[in-house]
């Protein structure tokens, strides 16, 4: 096999296991267990503690002591271990605690699959620029491919999904011991400090005031980031207590719709560089934030039958809402921050988004759901839906108004490059 096909494959699968179940695990856990809704937010929760504290652990011992492909499939058959006991679990704090292991071991593997990718790419004497996107949206054809498989064999409810995901899981791990070997790289230095290794040095970016409002902002909007993740495919499910929805094509195939908000994101991904050209960092930031204002919105008023187009706009929308914060984000550190802080700096983004947003995200959104928008175990999707709209909106003006960045085309024209 050729090294792309080679690892086309370990992008494929490296979020297929995650497809597998994050979009369905609240029809699992809402549906077929009937527990609260303040114990689930706690789940997604997992995914932001995982993103503070291990990718740079991971990052620290392929560095030093094992092959980055080794300590990859290994990660994986962990995993996959502690997927393959999820249907055993029969209450929510152990639910809780074997999730959270799973999370521990699948979230450095993000980063890890592309430090592979681009180790092997380079090896090879391969444009990593021009050969990597395409490599890496197979990642999110897995994801779709995963989300499809789940709702096409009736397991958007039940533990199946879990064993889904496990068994793709261990084959990616042995898998990943046939890829070429990716050794210690030893680049960082003995005497580098704890805090430097662990990529801590970027903190002293939040001693300038653009700097800590950035990151402020990342960590506002990435309490929003997982949201529909979280709740799109159980809201969408839950239209089936309604008689004249009960049998709509959303009900039975809630997931196939989701999956409309991946392929979004790949298509979105291409539109990006005409984007920054065009508006600029800052712009494109709030064209995200009122993406989001849009996806809630457009699910707060939408329905399977006469308002099936406000659903599927909402999902056509979150591929801007997702991929430009994500992207123009980590483009602004690429062209603000000295290359020696570079990489501890996106980390410090990964961590501010997806990890304490995210963490914070998962945690409160679950109790203020359970608290003001649950009656007798019904949920009120509407004004859920807008609550998080409102808040998302409030996030963008304020963006507006505090975030002063002036667009420099040059900065954006390396992106190309």
Not at 17 to 43: C, D, H, M, P, R
Not at 113 to 129: G, P
Not at 173 to 183: A, D, N
């Amino acid at each position: 096999m050729g090294i792309k096909l080679r690892l086309t494959i370990m992008s494929f699968l490296q979020f297929f296991v995650w497809g597998a179940w994050l979009i369905t695990v609240a029809n699992y856990w809402f549906g077929t267990k009937q527990w609260s809704g303040a114990e689930f937010g706690a789940i997604f929760s997992t995914l932001g503690l995982s993103s503070i504290v291990m990718p740079a652990i991971t990052g620290i011992i392929a560095d030093k002591w094992i092959n980055a492909e080794k300590l990859y499939g290994i990660l994986h058959i962990l995993g996959g271990l502690a997927l393959f006991y999820i249907p055993q679990v029969d209450n929510p704090t152990t639910f809780y605690y074997v999730i959270f292991a799973a999370m521990l071991c699948y979230m450095p593997t993000i980063s890890l699959s592309n430090s592979i990718a681009y180790n092997i790419l380079k090896n090879n004497n391969f444009d990593v620029i021009k050969v990597f996107p395409p490599i890496r949206v197979w990642g999110t054809i897995g994801f779709i491919a995963a989300m499809w498989l789940t709702n096409l064999t009736n397991n958007k409810a039940s533990a199946n999904m879990f064993y889904i995901a496990a068994i793709a899981a261990v084959i990616l791990g042995i898998y990943s011991f046939t890829l070429p070997k990716c050794p210690p790289q030893k680049l960082i230095s003995d005497d580098a400090s704890l805090v430097q290794k662990l990529g801590l040095d970027a903190f002293k970016l939040f001693g300038t005031y653009k700097m800590a409002l950035f990151f402020i902002f990342s960590m506002f909007l990435g309490g929003a980031l997982q949201l529909t993740n979280m709740y799109g495919d159980v809201y969408l499910s839950e239209f089936s207590k309604v008689p004249q929805y009960a049998d709509s094509f959303v009900v039975k195939y809630s997931t196939i719709i989701m999956s409309i908000s991946q392929i979004s994101e790949t298509l979105f991904i291409l539109a990006i560089p005409f984007f920054l050209k065009r508006y600029g960092i800052k712009q494109v930031m709030l064209i995200s934030m009122l993406a989001w204002v849009l996806r809630f919105g457009l699910f707060a008023y939408g329905n399977p039958v006469d308002g099936l187009w406000m659903i599927i706009a909402s999902c056509i929308v979150y591929g801007m809402a997702f991929d430009f914060f994500n992207i123009s984000g980590s483009l602004f550190i690429e062209t603000t921050t000295e290359s020696r802080i570079r990489s501890s700096a996106q980390g410090l983004f990964m961590m501010m988004s997806n990890g304490f947003g995210a963490f914070f995200g998962g945690l409160l959104s679950g109790i203020v759901i359970d608290k003001y928008f649950t009656h007798e175990g019904i949920r009120d999707w509407h004004n859920i839906w807008l609550s998080f709209a409102g808040y998302a909106l409030v996030i963008a003006i304020a963006f507006a108004v505090f975030f002063k960045h002036k667009h420099n085309p040059e900065d954006v024209a390396k992106i190309n490059h």
